[in-house]
């Protein structure tokens, strides 16, 4: 029923900035929190960020913690995910997700982040 659709993936070099953006295909009412994660081949997932709609409440990861801002626009319903500082280690598919207050979870199709050195 509900698609999310990333963007702002590419090829960066190391220092650099991207901007992802995470877009409902509909307004969900009933959202708990929206998150980031990420994943590369052979390694398990990580969640990298989240935040909370209501009250914005974030939080991060350590490996992502002052260089990575998580945001959102409710009105859009939309979550962003400022990449600052790019490491050739945050080379992944990165994946939005927004979780309902029923624990469903609706997931993006991913968007590919490179980090060259």
């Known amino acids: 029923q509900v698609q999310l659709v990333e963007s702002g993936g590419g090829l960066v070099q190391a220092g650099g900035s991207l901007r992802l953006s995470c877009t409902a295909s509909?307004?969900?009412?009933?959202?708990?929190?929206m998150g980031w994660y990420r994943q590369v081949p052979g390694k398990q997932r990580e969640l990298i960020a989240t935040?909370?709609?209501?009250?914005?409440?974030?939080n991060y990861a350590d490996s992502v913690k002052g260089r990575f801002t998580i945001s959102r626009d409710n009105a859009k319903n939309t979550v962003y995910l400022q990449m600052n500082s790019l490491k050739p280690e945050d080379t992944a598919v990165y994946t939005c997700?927004?979780?309902?207050?029923?624990?469903?979870?609706?997931w993006g199709q991913g968007t590919q982040v490179t980090v060259s050195s």
């Open positions: 997700n927004f979780r309902t207050r029923f624990s469903t979870d609706y």
């Open positions: 935040i909370t709609p209501e009250a914005g409440s974030t």
């Open positions: 509909r307004f969900i009412s009933i959202i708990k929190t």
